[in-house]
């Protein structure tokens, strides 16, 4: 944990170094949302430069900027976070304040000097649990706190995805997924997007929203923001 705040803090001076600002403690966001993406081997260079497109282009939309500031607060906390293996998780750019078309292109700019990086296995349940120690370390209050996991595999590597789940759900965190349904992995039992449905999504309101591949990924981004943003129930939700 010392770690992560030493990393936190220099984190933080790169972000004023770039023009973006980080929250101050007694700030309040609309949702604190952890933006949590496969970069696991099953996904090559080309298919990881299109997630990184569908989170710029949807940040960065006019109609998403007017839906935040429309918020109670008109502002959202973002954090980004990579992930594959049990062992491997990374937060590429902390969390910033977007309230903003100019610090939503900041936001753009600065994970844009992170290349993805293509790793190891598929470990749902160490994004998901990785995911809530960076909600833990947020530099302020979420009305809404919020996991978004996008990927397009099962659990393979660390236990269960459904215990971390219930992990997060216990703290009053939803969790909402992008499955990227492009090709089935060996030995999956269920349709990429009912997996999904079943093990990873958990919370109020939760929702999956699937992509048949990469080439719609940032139309899904798109329809799964204004959802989060707005706080509204998806289609496909969490099995009552």
């Known amino acids: 944990m010392r770690r992560r705040g030493i990393l936190a803090a220099t984190a933080a001076g790169a972000l004023l170094a770039r023009g973006l600002r980080p929250a101050r403690a007694e700030e309040t966001v609309d949702v604190l949302l952890v933006l949590a993406v496969d970069v696991s081997r ?8 299109l997630q990184r497109e569908g989170y710029y282009a949807a940040l960065t939309d006019p109609e998403i900027i007017a839906l935040i500031r429309r918020g109670m607060l008109g502002a959202i906390g973002v954090a980004y976070v990579e992930w594959s293996g049990h062992d491997w998780q990374r ?7 977007i309230g903003s078309a100019e ?13 993805p990086r293509a790793i190891g296995w598929t470990s749902i349940s160490g994004a998901i649990d990785f995911s809530r120690r960076v909600l833990a370390e947020a530099p302020w209050q979420g009305m809404r706190r919020v996991i978004d996991i996008s990927g397009d595999g099962d659990n393979n590597s660390g236990p ?3 215990q971390a789940r219930d992990r997060a759900v216990a703290e009053g965190i939803v969790i909402n997924g992008l499955p990227i349904m492009n090709a089935p992995h060996p030995g999956m039992r269920l349709p990429l997007d009912e997996y999904y449905r079943r093990n990873v999504i958990g919370g109020p309101g939760a929702f999956v929203i699937p992509t048949e591949d990469f080439h719609g990924f940032a139309r899904a981004v798109r329809r799964k923001l204004v959802l989060e943003i707005a706080g509204r129930r998806g289609p496909g939700g969490a099995p009552a």
């Open 91 to 97: 937060l590429v750019v902390p969390w910033t304040r």
């Open 160 to 162: 269960p995805a459904e």
């Open 42 to 49: 099953s996904v090559d260079e080309e298919e990881a430069r």
């Open 103 to 115: 610090e939503a292109a900041a936001w753009v700019e600065a994970l844009e000097r992170h290349p």
